[in-house]
């Protein structure tokens, strides 16, 4: 009977110590729709680029490259940094990619993807300083 007792009294004081890691790891999982710290209210990608056949991901890709090149550029020559600014509507990288890459191949978009980030890159820092100027970065 000691035995059975002194067992149960060790089983629940491990059970009782793992719970709460348990409990609190289950708060960590991460949900697939993470809501931004700065500028919440951003736009959504067209669709098109949302639905694209992973074959042609690389359309998305200069996409996304050409906005987020527009945007740093945006904020250096406004010196402004609101939300409007640094996170517009997709339709002018849209627009450039359109008219600009649409009909480049693969390699063609693959290196205007990389003309675009290093001019990214080198206004990030200049970007960088403005907004968090204005808390938004």
């Keep these: 009977m000691r035995y059975r007792i002194a067992y149960l009294t060790w089983l629940t004081a491990v059970l ?3 719970a ?8 960590l999982i991460p949900s697939l729709e993470s809501i931004p710290d ?9 669709n098109w680029m949302q639905n694209i056949a992973l074959r042609d991901a690389y359309h998305r890709v200069l996409v996304q490259d050409i906005y987020r090149a527009q945007n740093m550029e ?8 609101d939300c409007a600014t640094r996170f517009p509507t997709w339709d002018t990288a849209e627009g450039a990619f359109r008219e600009n890459h649409a009909d480049a191949d693969r390699a063609e978009m693959l290196q205007a993807s990389d003309t675009y980030n290093r001019l ?17 970065w």
């Design 16 to 18: 009782g110590s793992i």
């Design 20 to 27: 709460v890691p348990v409990m609190a790891e289950r708060n």
């Design 74 to 81: 945006r904020i250096v020559e406004t010196g402004s940094c």
């Design 38 to 46: 700065v500028c919440p209210e951003r736009p959504n990608e067209p």
């Design 120 to 136: 990214a890159n080198d206004l990030r820092s200049q970007a960088k300083a403005i907004c968090e100027a204005a808390g938004n």
